[in-house]
């Protein structure tokens, strides 16, 4: 057995050689490409975008706005939820990217379209005259909202979110929102968010997790999750074949409920949980 490699161009390479003599589990995901006895296993931000767009559906929302970071993860992102949501029959209505030190106000308005009620608000004073006043208004045609931002950007663009009149359109965002420890002063800003996590954060925590922390500093931090991962690799390997032998079996892992589907991905599901009183809470 062999487990790696850890790099996503090392991945890509190994697979472009083809077929594998020996089993070998990956911890990184090349998108559409497989080989045999190549176990693909990491943490895509696309599986957790699928998901979003996946609940946005089910709960209702038809249409979608979607604002992500700049960046090549907040490419597939908007990528993996675009083309989900529309496979289900969702209309994105529209995607916008900021950097982290964008100005989230004058993103925000763009992806509300409020500059277009400004144009409007401004064309009628001109017909009308100085003494007609206005309010200006959000597009009204969103039902909800995509967001792939890290904490520090969350904690301002949900505000604005708020303060430009979509404070009541449903928020669903991925994993990467949650520093991985409570922050209930910090994270008020992001109540009512809807997002992803693995169980490694949002649940108590297993005995291989308590045994770790007591070794590693860094294990409830964000980047925790690549503990997750390796407890995860290990296992898995045991069951492999069986797992690639009936997609519907799973695995309760650290970084999710794992099963193996007919490219030899390993499929994560994860959990839901919603900010309150700015702490994550779990949603059954």
Same mark, same amino acid.
Request: aromatic share 8%.
């Given at each position: 057995?062999?487990?790696?490699? +850890?790099?996503?161009?090392?991945?890509?390479?190994?697979?472009?050689?083809?077929?594998?003599?020996?089993?070998?589990?990956?911890? @990184?995901?090349?998108?559409?490409? #497989? %080989?045999? @006895?190549?176990?693909?296993?990491?943490?895509?931000?696309?599986?957790? #975008?699928?998901?979003?767009?996946?609940?946005?559906?089910?709960?209702?929302?038809? !249409?979608?706005?979607?604002? !992500?970071?700049?960046?090549?993860?907040? $490419?597939?992102?908007?990528?993996?939820? !675009?083309?989900?949501?529309?496979?289900?029959?969702?209309?994105?209505?529209?995607?916008?990217?900021?950097?982290?030190?964008?100005?989230?106000?004058? $993103?925000?308005?763009?992806?509300?379209?409020?500059?277009?009620?400004?144009?409007?608000?401004?064309?009628?004073?001109? /017909?009308? *005259?100085?003494?007609?006043?206005?309010?200006?208004?959000?597009?009204?045609?969103?039902?909800?909202?995509?967001?792939? #931002?890290?904490?520090? %950007?969350?904690?301002? /663009?949900?505000?604005?979110?708020?303060?430009?009149?979509?404070?009541?359109?449903?928020?669903?965002?991925?994993? @990467?929102?949650?520093?991985?420890?409570?922050?209930?002063?910090?994270?008020?800003?992001?109540?009512?968010?809807?997002?992803?996590?693995?169980?490694?954060?949002?649940?108590?925590?297993?005995? &291989?997790?308590?045994?770790?922390?007591?070794?590693?500093? &860094?294990?409830?931090?964000?980047? *925790?999750?690549?503990?997750? +991962?390796? +407890?995860?690799?290990?296992?898995?390997?045991?069951?492999? &074949?069986? +797992?690639? %032998?009936? =997609?519907? #079996?799973?695995?309760?892992?650290?970084?999710?409920?794992?099963?193996?589907?007919?490219?030899?991905?390993?499929?994560?599901?994860?959990?839901?949980?919603?900010?309150?009183?700015?702490?994550?809470?779990?949603? =059954?």
């Amino acid at each position: 057995m062999i487990i790696g490699p +850890l790099e996503k161009q090392l991945v890509s390479d190994l697979v472009t050689l083809g077929n594998a003599p020996i089993p070998t589990l990956t911890l @990184n995901v090349v998108a559409d490409s #497989a %080989a045999a @006895n190549i176990y693909q296993f990491g943490l895509a931000i696309e599986d957790e #975008a699928i998901q979003a767009a996946r609940r946005a559906w089910n709960d209702g929302q038809r !249409t979608a706005l979607v604002m !992500t970071l700049e960046s090549e993860w907040g $490419k597939r992102a908007t990528a993996a939820f !675009t083309e989900e949501f529309s496979a289900l029959g969702g209309l994105v209505l529209d995607t916008i990217e900021y950097a982290n030190r964008d100005d989230y106000s004058a $993103k925000v308005t763009d992806l509300l379209a409020i500059n277009e009620s400004e144009e409007r608000s401004n064309l009628l004073r001109q /017909i009308i *005259g100085p003494g007609f006043e206005t309010e200006d208004r959000r597009r009204q045609d969103v039902d909800a909202i995509f967001l792939g #931002a890290l904490p520090q %950007a969350a904690r301002q /663009i949900k505000p604005t979110l708020a303060f430009f009149y979509a404070g009541n359109i449903p928020v669903y965002a991925t994993s @990467n929102i949650y520093s991985g420890r409570p922050n209930p002063i910090s994270d008020q800003d992001l109540n009512n968010i809807l997002f992803t996590g693995s169980p490694w954060l949002l649940r108590p925590p297993s005995d &291989n997790h308590i045994r770790l922390a007591q070794q590693g500093k &860094n294990t409830d931090s964000r980047f *925790g999750r690549l503990y997750a +991962l390796g +407890l995860d690799a290990y296992q898995l390997y045991p069951y492999l &074949n069986q +797992l690639a %032998a009936s =997609p519907s #079996a799973r695995i309760n892992g650290e970084t999710g409920s794992l099963s193996i589907q007919h490219n030899n991905h390993v499929q994560r599901e994860l959990d839901w949980a919603v900010f309150q009183d700015g702490q994550p809470q779990l949603i =059954p």
